[in-house]
C-alpha cells in the first residue's frame, strides 16, 4: 500500500489534534483511504514560521466524517512518534527526499509542495525515518543515553521493515526520552533542577502526560521532564499542569515538606518553542483523569 505526507503546521485552520487526530478536505480522501493502515510522515510547511521539514511519522488507523463541516474528514492517528531531529526537507546536496517535489530545474515544484496530503514512496518514506530517528537508532547512542534510558546497546538490522523496528517499544522509548531529554536541557520542569550525578549522567526522566496505556501519542507534546521522585507523584495524580503551566498539587495527599521541591514561582519550566510545550489536549486528560486535588 502506499505512504503519504501529511502536512501539518501549528497554526492551521484545520480542526487537528497534532499526535491523535488529522482533518483534511475531500480532494485528499483517496490518497488518505489507500494509506490507511500503512505509515505517513508529518510535513511542517514553511508558513508561519514553519520549520520546512519533517517532524514526526505515524499510522492511518482510522477515516471518518467531519459531522460539523460538509466534505471534509477525519484520519485517526496511531503508532505517533515525533523525531528526536526534525528532517529538512533537502538534503545536504540539495536534492529532495521526495522525488517528485524537484522540477527539471532542481528547483522545488510549489505545486506538489502546496498539496496537503502527498503519496510518497517506501525507499524515500524509510530514507526520512531513518534521518528523522537516526540518534536513537545510529551506533552514535552513547553510553550516557543508554544507561539513562535503562536499555542495551543494540545494533538494529535495516534490512526488517523500517517502520516495523520503530514501532519496537524499545526504540520508541529511547527516541521518546531522547526528545524530551533536548527540550527541557535536562532539567526537571516541575522542581527547575538539573540534577548530574557522579557519573555525569541528569537525572531526569522524560514522563508521559497521557500514559502510552490509554493511548498517549509518543509526541514531544505529550511529554514532560521529570525528576523520579516527582515523576511517581505525577503519575499518580498527586501533581497536575494547568492550561497556563501552573503547577497543581494536591495538598492534602502529599507528605509534609514535599512541597519546598518545587518552584517557587508556582509555575513548571517549559520550553520556550510552542512546538515543544505539554499540549492543552495531553494536560487537560491528566487533569480530568489523573488528578486527585
Known amino acids: 500500500m502506499p505512504k503519504v505526507v501529511l502536512t501539518q503546521r501549528a497554526e492551521s485552520g484545520y480542526d487537528d489534534v497534532p499526535g491523535e487526530l488529522y ?11 489507500e494509506a490507511r493502515e500503512d505509515g505517513c510522515l508529518f510535513y511542517e510547511p514553511r508558513r508561519g514560521d514553519g520549520r520546512m521539514a519533517y517532524w514526526a511519522a505515524g499510522r492511518i488507523s482510522e477515516i471518518f466524517d467531519d459531522r460539523d463541516r460538509d466534505d471534509h474528514y477525519y484520519a485517526r492517528i496511531s503508532d505517533f512518534m515525533t523525531f528526536p531531529v526534525a528532517v529538512p526537507f533537502q538534503r545536504a546536496d540539495g536534492s529532495f ?3 517528485k517535489l524537484a522540477r527539471d530545474d532542481g528547483l522545488p515544484s510549489r505545486g506538489a509542495m502546496g498539496w496537503s496530503i502527498r503519496r510518497i514512496p517506501d525507499h524515500e518514506f524509510d530514507l526520512v525515518l531513518k534521518a528523522g530517528f537516526a540518534p536513537a537508532l545510529g551506533p552514535e547512542l552513547d553510553d550516557r543515553f543508554s544507561a539513562q534510558s535503562g536499555f542495551e ?5 535495516f534490512e526488517r521493515p523500517v517502520f516495523e523496528q520503530i514501532l519496537q517499544r524499545k526504540v ?4 521518546f526520552a531522547l526528545q524530551v531529554r533536548n527540550a527541557y536541557d535536562s532539567r526537571c520542569a516541575i522542581t527547575g533542577l538539573r540534577l548530574i550525578n557522579g557519573g555525569g549522567r541528569a537525572e531526569i ?3 508521559h502526560i497521557k500514559p502510552v496505556e490509554d493511548r498517549g501519542p509518543d509526541s514531544i507534546r505529550n511529554g514532560i521532564a521529570l525528576s523520579r521522585t516527582v515523576h511517581w ?14 503547577l497543581l498539587v494536591a495538598t492534602s495527599l502529599i507528605p509534609e515538606g514535599v512541597e519546598r521541591l518545587f518552584h517557587p514561582s508556582g509555575y513548571v519550566h517549559v520550553p520556550d518553542t510552542a512546538r515543544d510545550q505539554p ?3 495531553f494536560l487537560r486528560w491528566h487533569r480530568e483523569n489523573r488528578f486527585k486535588g
Do not use: I, N
Not at 23 to 33: G, S
Not at 153 to 157: A, K
Not at 172 to 175: L, T
Open 23 to 33: 482533518h483534511f478536505p475531500r480532494q485528499y480522501l483517496k490518497a488518505a483511504e
Open 97 to 99: 527526499w521526495e522525488s
Open 153 to 157: 546497546e543494540e545494533q538494529f538490522d
Open 172 to 175: 520508541r522509548d529511547r527516541a
Open 205 to 207: 526522566e522524560a514522563a
Open 233 to 246: 507523584m505525577f503519575d499518580r495524580g498527586l501533581l497536575s499542569v494547568d492550561r497556563d503551566f501552573r
Open 279 to 281: 499540549g492543552d489536549t
